[in-house]
């Protein structure tokens, strides 16, 4: 079952990361150095300005072209250019690696088979299905993560995205808690959202006093 997320307050872009694994991905890239709401709502100035967010054409597009695209007020980052290659680069990973299919991070099992889906919602994975100790690897080897985007992302599968490979939240660490307010992974309407901006903010005071 398609989940319907509220990420960015934007129907039309919050639509896309809800049905676009991909976009979904792209928008945790570039959750970096930037507002968490207008990073994920750069999938959808992306798709708007190729008339779709497709991962091939991303990948194949030329780079200048691609980089004027994603500069075009309003840009898709405060640093733009160095994103539009990041994605890119994340495009051509999902290409390359995973036949186009970004949900193949954490559906496929170690052999590469499939993930049997279940339409009532999040399941713990068993058997061929990647573990969340997998998909954690799968997502900081790609483009723009590391091993803190990869957990967020992570977090936000299993609570979101109705993805939940065993041991999920273990392996998400403090991001997979429940009822947290930590990360995109915890925003779920504009309340949410301002009360991880706080989290955040009380966290980059505390980071000051200790220096």
């Known amino acids: 079952m398609t989940p319907s997320l509220w990420l960015t307050g934007d129907p039309e872009a919050d639509a896309l990361l809800s049905n676009d694994p991909f976009a979904l991905l ?4 570039l959750d970096q150095q930037y507002p968490m709401d207008h990073a994920f709502q750069g999938p959808w100035k992306i798709a708007e300005r190729m008339g779709g967010f497709d991962v091939h054409r991303i990948a194949e597009a030329d780079p200048d072209e691609f980089v004027a695209l994603a500069t075009t007020p309003p840009a898709i980052h405060r640093y733009s250019r ?16 995973y036949d186009g299919d ?35 690897a799968r997502l900081r080897a790609l483009p723009g993560f590391g091993d803190q985007k990869a957990r967020i992302f992570l977090a936000l599968l299993g609570k979101q995205y109705g993805v939940a490979p ?31 901006r706080a989290t955040k903010k009380a966290a980059r005071a505390a980071a000051q006093v200790a220096k």
């Open 166 to 196: 065993t041991g999920w939240r273990e392996a998400a660490g403090a991001y997979g808690e429940a009822g947290s307010r930590r990360s995109i992974a915890d925003v779920t309407d504009a309340q949410a959202l301002a009360e991880v």
């Open 82 to 97: 160095t994103m539009a290659a990041r994605v890119q680069a994340l495009a051509a990973v999902i290409v390359g690696e």
């Open 26 to 29: 792209t928008g945790m890239m």
């Open 102 to 136: 970004a949900a193949r991070i954490w559906t496929a099992g170690p052999d590469g088979a499939e993930a049997q889906a279940d339409a009532k919602g999040p399941r713990e994975s068993s058997g061929d299905c990647a573990d969340a100790a997998l998909v954690l």
